[in-house]
T-cell receptor, first 115, second 111 residues
Framework: GAGVSQTPSNKVTEKGKYVELRCDPISGHTALYWYRQSLGQGPEFLIYFQGTGAADDSGLPNDRFFAVRPEGSVSTLKIQRTERGDSAVYLC?????????????FGQGTRLTVV | GENVEQHPSTLSVQEGDSAVIKCTYSDSASNYFPWYKQELGKRPQLIIDIRSNVGEKKDQRIAVTLNKTAKHFSLHITETQPEDSAVYFCAVPNNFNKFYFGSGTKLNVKP
């Protein structure tokens, strides 16, 4: 596609439910990143993939969060037993390579609201 | 990890004036410094970036300056227009392009 695509754009869920957020990166981009942006804050790193493997998941806040990228393109961020504190915009970014100096392109984000 | 600090958190200028936003970072090995603009409800978009082999880069009304010795870089917007109103983020990637973002500057350009 022309850019990074994220679905859904908005998700409202009840506390305790499970949610999946999807990211479709730019075709051919090997590196994929997930960030979380709370209101009034800069994006914070969650996890990144190089190909199919999670190369760095140090930003995942706890074991309720998990992400996969089984075929090296589309990625899904999964959140179990959602809590109100999980409410934020979840941004996905991709870059052609994972090296520094490579422009990262962001998706529109998924606004998650846990009620 | 990288420690990125961004100032000011809010900036209000009159249309036509200049705006300057500054970021400091901690890892002296960093060599790529992008600036992103984020309008309300929209994705962050790259507006300008600089690599460590140069001290300044300009693109029309936008410029970025880099001081590697002092470990800071700044975004300069001249002749500001109302459509420049947005939140601006600096970022410093690590070796694997994992971005550390500043906390953002909300720029308000008053017509």
């Amino acid at each position: 596609g022309a850019g990074v695509s994220q679905t859904p754009s908005n998700k409202v869920t009840e506390k305790g439910k499970y949610v999946e957020l999807r990211c479709d990166p730019i075709s051919g981009h090997t590196a994929l990143y997930w960030y979380r942006q709370s209101l009034g804050q800069g994006p914070e790193f969650l996890i990144y993939f190089q190909g199919t493997g999670a190369a760095d998941d140090s930003g995942l806040p706890n074991d309720r969060f998990f992400a996969v990228r089984p075929e090296g393109s589309v990625s899904t961020l999964k959140i179990q037993r959602t809590e109100r504190g999980d409410s934020a915009v979840y941004l996905c970014a991709s870059s052609l390579l994972r090296q520094q100096n490579t422009e990262a392109f962001f998706g529109q984000g998924t606004r998650l609201t846990v009620v | 990890g990288e420690n990125v600090e961004q100032h000011p958190s809010t900036l209000s200028v009159q249309e036509g004036d200049s705006a300057v936003i500054k970021c400091t970072y901690s890892d002296s090995a960093s060599n790529y410094f992008p600036w992103y603009k984020q309008e309300l409800g929209k994705r962050p978009q790259l507006i300008i970036d600089i690599r460590s082999n140069v001290g300044e880069k300009k693109d029309q009304r936008i410029a970025v300056t880099l001081n590697k010795t002092a470990k800071h870089f700044s975004l300069h917007i001249t002749e500001t227009q109302p459509e420049d109103s947005a939140v601006y983020f600096c970022a410093v990637p690590n070796n694997f392009n994992k971005f550390y973002f500043g906390s953002g500057t909300k720029l308000n350009v008053k017509p």
